[in-house]
């Protein structure tokens, strides 16, 4: 682990087997943080935080700081890319995307170092009265194992650029390119204590993380379960909390769309990082005058997707990330089979790795569980849908509210229908294309706060007013 500027075993000298979920093979062992390395790493962030070395530095020094991680980055492309690949079984193609997006996340939030800005007031009275924007203080992040190195990126960017200090946990299973990154920042000028990464559990390294009353802020994202039960520790210390939570989201597909771009989007919604993705468009509404024809080029085309090892750059689809998921989607994939039809795979096979196969359902109905619930696997449901009212009404039936996509060719009906659906991400006529520049987050079940743009930096700030009397009499007032 990287604690106060040094590579540290637990004290406990605990550690974890971390495997490679195509072959089940380990491929490293990791220190597993106990509530002390927990409390050390928190210690670190403070010290470094109150003290007077990252205070000094100025909003350059941060921009400076944060280029030469993208460079480092971006040096090592390769070998992230390969580790990215092995600790999380993506194909190359997605963690080649995943780490230049993440140096370019870096890029973007170097940039933003140099623009947080105040603002002056006019006031009643003779007040030069002012706002100014400072670092939150030691943030507490928290990330899961689908986009391991992307959501470091997400989560370390925007902190530092505001000259905050952090600890950061990744997931368990997925810990090998933040550490990695560690390894890279140790060789920068970067203050000791300023980025601490912990590897351990979330019942205990995470909680102990969350429940320390010296951090200033909770940035976590993954489950809905688990963002509840930070939310509630994070309101019971007061510490500020964004989270970044599931989705069932819908992606509807109007009769008047381009059918193969429709095809070609819908399959990448449904099944891009094995399914494994917040915004995963896990329910495709089509229009019932177009459903069959769909339905049949859908899985005419999912029958393309190769299955296989990641990093043989022939497989368009990894592994699952872990037994227990892969246990939990093949649970989800049999309740399938008792509700709607079966029209394409369904089948899994663990003997080497966690394999299962792109799985489409048809005949489903809004209430069903596989149309409700967040499966988190290459699982979609199909469903039917007449008129406009009807998909809005289908599109909103849903806990969640995170991202949302729509096909139609008809700009009226675009406007018409983004401004009732009750979802925090919209793409039109594509899907998951995500913009560093655009803010990320949900609504309803799906979280609170923004992640990414001008909003992301904005959750790593305090604001502050300043108001200085310009009238130097007396005022008697007793
Ligand atoms: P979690 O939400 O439990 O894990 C996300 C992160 O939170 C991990 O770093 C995890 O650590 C940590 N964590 C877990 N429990 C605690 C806790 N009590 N205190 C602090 N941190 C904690 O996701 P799971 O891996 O359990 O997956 C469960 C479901 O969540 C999935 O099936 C999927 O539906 C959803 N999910 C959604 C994600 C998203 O991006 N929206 C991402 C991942 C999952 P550790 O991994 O070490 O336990």
Redesign the pocket.
Known sequence: MYINGAFVDSVSKKTRNILNPATKEVIATVPEAQIEDVNAAVDAARAAFDGEEWKSKTAQDRQKILFSIAGKIRENFEAFVKLEVENNGKPIREAEFDIDDAASCFEFYAGLATKIHGETMSVPGNSFSYVTREAIGVCAQ??????PFL?CAWKLGPAIAAGNTVVL?????TPLTALFLAQLIDELDIPKGVINIVT????I???A??SNTKIDKIA????????K??GK?AAENLKKATL????KNPVVIFDDCKMDLAIDWGLFAAFANSG???TAGSRILIQDTIYDEFVKQFVARAKNIKVGDGSDAENTMGPIV?Q??FD?IKAYIEVGKSEATLAFGGNSDDSKGFFIEPTIFTNVTPNMRIARE???GPVVALLKFSTEEEAIAMANDTEYG?GYGLFTQDVTRVHRVMPKIRAGIGWVNFYHPTFNEMPWGGYKQSGTGRELGLYGIENYLEVKQVNINLDTDPVGWY
């Open positions: 928290i990330i899961p194992w689908n986009f959501m946990k990744p997931s368990e299973v351990g559990d979330g019942p390294a995470g909680n993380l969350i976590f994202t993954g489950g809905t379960s688990t963002g039960y930070i520790i970044e939570l599931g989705g494994q993705v917040c872990s227990a998921h939990k967040e499966i988190f995170l």
